[in-house]
């Protein structure tokens, strides 16, 4: 194939944007084409610009690519990409930094890993010392004394070199600094730099510092979007204090840096199976083995009695590593009946028979073995399991038994507890839990216990949003419960607690499950993730959408297309945010479901609407109306009258609007719809202030604010708090108006909804001239000019022009505003008419 040219003879000269991809064939498509702009080198020459790259990076001979990897990165038809290997690719073919960042974060929307990274458990405290903690006093003393000095710590180990006892000693030294009062508090993360199972990947930077942020005490609405603010915002906070910050099991330098506090008043503990070279300054640690001295002083510790002689060769034959040792060690404390000698010979036999790779894996075959055949079971069924972490409900599930052990393979070093009642496993312990499962548990055995495990997290996620949107169940697909142990969702905190714990699990189950478990999960979870999170929305829904067209089933195609069109319009992605919902109409027109056509309808008449186009978004809400009364759907009935209302009120008709909005107060409540009622509130509110009621308007903001609140809908109260705002200006306490629609903004921005972004901004820009701060009106406005002329929001960019003309005294925004009014037919345009004669007689005096 010619360079500059693609398999189809169709000539390429543009460098691929990967961000439009929708599918991971899409990605391989612009893979091919970055290959040919790249001048279409061999697949020899890429594998070795690659391995190039990663030898300089210092990885192991071991993790090095093939060609045969590397050509099949080039291969349609996959269900899963290497997300390390191909972006390597990329910046072999294209070593520009932005450019490969682009192609992180589109594999990370289309392999659904954007929400794998953001999720990460953070924790304020270390984990659990080591009683037997062994030798490192060298280490130890440098760590000690590095803490004194305000240093960073890296701690690396030798290439390759899992389980060689890193955690432990930054645990260790950690407990040691406590102790000391070398540090006042903690922040603990693991960053799953390693992680055998490639659907939890590396902890996305951004997530660890919102942890840390609240952990440090900042409120989650008053946390910055974006990677470069949370930094900032991070170092501020920590600054000061005496913090001891232990990054755990860090993938890369790019993972880690942006944690970094940046104060010599705080120390960092970083482990990792790289040599981070590029963080410096830095202390670095080549963490070993342990020597034999220090094996038989740790054997000596675990064990009541030993001797000298099998002692060594157990330690020899664990090759001196320290999780090796310590699962020989409770292997031995569970064996009554059998002297340190036959530990020794029986280790020797399984060297010699089975020919085992290395002392963790002798450790973990033994341990294994003497386990029940019941416990053997449950850890291999575990294994399987797609979370970070999981409870007893989940393992109960896999097994199909409530009975199940799990703090005894917690004594046995098999599991970890990483919180009360929550499980995980190590890195090499779950690798090899898996291959015993994949040995000797047949495939349909296996396909059982993962679908037990997806009913039970459909029928548990189904049971959280009933307690939460009981309104809302015919809109949900009827899932019934599945007969075994479930928590008790029946209360508010605990459903909303639940959904939250489990919200990484739950995208990994809609990453992996079926199309049957994946289309209805998605349904069940609309309301949860459309409340909270954009992104979130993007994944469980493409993934569901994938599904359905995997399996052709056009009903979950459609409920898909709603909640990634609803996602795509509050990001900003207006144009994708419409063809995905004038697709589901067709679809709902096709299956002549009344009620999935109206919410599709719905959405595209506030776009109408918000566009300035009224008469069409009336149109489309008045169909809208016909078809949820047609289903039977009082909530969507309410709020199409409060999207009518709100057309009313754009349009100066203000009775009318608080008469629309008044009759869907009344259907919300008689539903039940405390989330229907909430947003009406909000309207009656807005429509009361703009009409000059400003007592009842604010009466009604503050209940729509409470509800929203207590709900968990992130989105609604923002809305709300930029209304609040909007009427502490009107109601001359410009100060209060400011705070309000600041903590909107970092709502908005957090949330990625940009089209909130705009309103806020615009609310901002009125609230800071009113407070005599005119350079940060026009700092706002013109913000908000930018951001609605790139959406097409036309309302609010004449509102921006108004806003501008106000701060800077400069008629042409207001001659521009008026425009905009005009063509939208808006009741705005008299006021600016008046403004801008005003500002012409008072220049034509002064002149």
């Known amino acids: 194939m010619d360079a500059g040219r693609l398999a189809s003879g169709v000539p390429f000269t543009d460098l691929p944007d990967p961000s439009a991809s929708v599918s991971l064939d899409d990605l391989v498509e612009r893979l091919r084409r970055l290959k040919v702009w790249a001048g279409d080198p061999s697949y020899d020459a890429i594998t070795e610009r690659v391995n190039a790259a990663w030898r300089a990076a ?21 269900r899963r990409f290497n997300t390390d290997l191909v972006l390597a690719v990329v910046e072999a073919l294209h070593p520009d930094p932005a450019y490969v960042n682009q192609w992180r974060q589109a594999l990370r929307v289309v392999t659904g890993e954007s929400e794998a990274v953001a999720q990460v458990r953070v924790l304020d405290e270390l984990p659990q010392d080591l009683a037997t903690f062994t030798g490192r006093v060298r280490e130890l003393d440098r760590l000690r004394l590095a803490a004194r000095e305000g240093d960073a710590v890296v701690i690396s180990a030798i290439e390759g070199m899992a389980g060689i006892g890193k955690t432990q000693l930054a645990v260790r030294a950690g407990h040691l600094l406590l102790r000391d009062n070398e540090v006042d508090r903690v922040l603990f ?39 470069e603010a949370r930094a900032e915002a991070f170092r501020h906070r920590i600054a000061g204090t005496r913090a001891l910050i232990v990054l755990d099991n860090a993938a890369d330098a790019e993972q880690v840096r942006p944690l970094l506090p940046r104060t010599k008043d705080c120390l960092t503990l970083i482990t990792s199976r790289r040599s981070l070279t590029e963080l410096a300054p830095a202390i670095r640690l080549a963490v070993d083995a342990f020597t034999p001295d220090e094996a038989l002083t740790y054997l000596a510790g675990a064990l009541p009695d030993i001797a000298e002689g099998p002692a060594k060769r157990i330690a020899e034959r664990c090759g001196y590593l320290p999780l090796a040792l310590s699962l020989i060690a409770a292997h031995i404390r569970n064996t009554p009946g059998w002297t340190l000698a036959d530990h020794a010979d029986r280790l020797d036999e399984r060297h010699r028979d089975r020919r085992l790779d290395s002392g963790v894996e002798h450790a973990l075959d033994l341990s294994y073995r003497a386990l029940p055949a019941d416990r053997q079971r449950v850890l291999r069924l575990a294994a399987l399991h797609p979370g970070q972490d999981f409870d007893a409900y989940a393992v109960a599930a ?93 209360g508010r905190e605990a459903a909303t607690d639940w959904l939250d714990t489990e919200r990484t699990t739950l995208l990994a189950v809609a990453a992996q499950a079926g199309p049957g478990h994946v289309t209805r999960l998605a349904q069940v979870l609309y309301r949860y993730f459309q409340g909270s999170s954009n992104a979130d929305a993007l994944i469980v829904h493409g993934h569901a959408l994938r599904a359905a067209n995997d399996s052709g089933d056009l009903g979950g195609q459609a409920h898909a297309l709603v909640g990634i069109g609803i996602a795509h319009l509050r990001m900003g992605s207006i144009a994708r945010g419409v063809t995905c919902l004038r697709q589901a109409v067709g679809l709902f027109r096709e299956l002549d479901e009344p009620g999935g056509q109206a919410l599709a309808l719905t959405n595209l008449g506030t776009l109408a609407e918000r566009a300035g186009r009224l008469d069409e978004a009336v149109s489309l809400w008045q169909e809208t109306l016909t078809l949820f009364r047609r289903a039977g759907d009082r909530s969507g009935e309410a709020m199409t009258l409060n999207g009518l209302g709100g057309a009313m009120e754009r349009a100066g008709r203000y009775p009318e609007a608080i008469a629309y909005s008044r009759e869907a107060l009344a259907l919300a409540e008689r539903a039940g719809n405390l989330h229907a009622e909430a947003f009406v509130l909000n309207s009656l509110g807005f429509g009361e202030m703009k009409a000059g009621e400003l007592g009842p308007a604010g009466e009604h903001l503050r209940r729509a604010l409470e509800l929203f609140r207590r709900l968990g809908s992130r989105a609604g109260e923002a809305t709300v708090l930029d209304s609040l705002g909007l009427l502490h200006t009107r109601l001359g306490r410009a100060a209060e108006a400011v705070g309000f629609h600041e903590e909107a ?23 800071t001239l009113a407070a005599d701060r005119p350079a940060d009106a026009i700092a706002h406005h013109t ?65």
Not at 398 to 427: I, K
Request: charged share 20%.
């Open 58 to 78: 210092g990885r192991p001979a071991s993790e090095l690519a093939r060609r045969s990897t590397v050509a099949n990165c080039f291969v349609s038809g996959r």
């Open 783 to 847: 913000a908000a000019l930018v951001l609605a002329t790139e959406l097409g929001v036309r309302g609010q960019q004449a509102l921006a022009h108004a806003g501008l003309g106000r701060a800077t005294g400069e008629a042409e925004h207001l001659r521009q505003a008026l425009a905009l009014y005009v063509e939208l037919g808006a009741p705005d345009a008299e006021q600016i008419e008046a403004e801008l004669a005003a500002l012409q007689n008072a220049e034509a005096v002064g002149g």
């Open 745 to 767: 903004l970092v709502i908005v921005r957090e949330n990625g909804d940009q089209d909130g972004e705009v309103h806020v901004l615009n609310g901002l820009g009125e609230a």
């Open 398 to 490: 896999l097994t199909g038994d409530s009975e199940n052990d799990l703090e005894a393979l917690r004594d046995d070093h098999l599991l970890q507890e990483t919180a009360p009642g929550r499980y995980s496993f190590h890195d090499l312990v779950r690798a090899y839990a898996t291959g015993r499962a994949h040995d000797q548990d047949p495939p349909a055995a296996r396909r059982a216990a993962l679908t037990r495990l997806y009913d039970h997290y459909l029928a548990t996620a189904a049971a959280a949003m009933s307690t939460l949107h009981p309104a809302e169940a015919h809109r949900r697909p009827a899932i019934p419960p599945t007969g075994l142990p479930a928590p008790d969702l029946s």
């Open 189 to 227: 993360v693991n960053l799953r730099g390693f992680h055998p199972d490639d659907t939890q990947p590396p902890a996305d930077p951004s997530a660890v510092l919102d942890g840390f942020l609240r952990l440090l005490g900042v409120p989650g609405h008053q946390i910055p979007y974006g990677l």
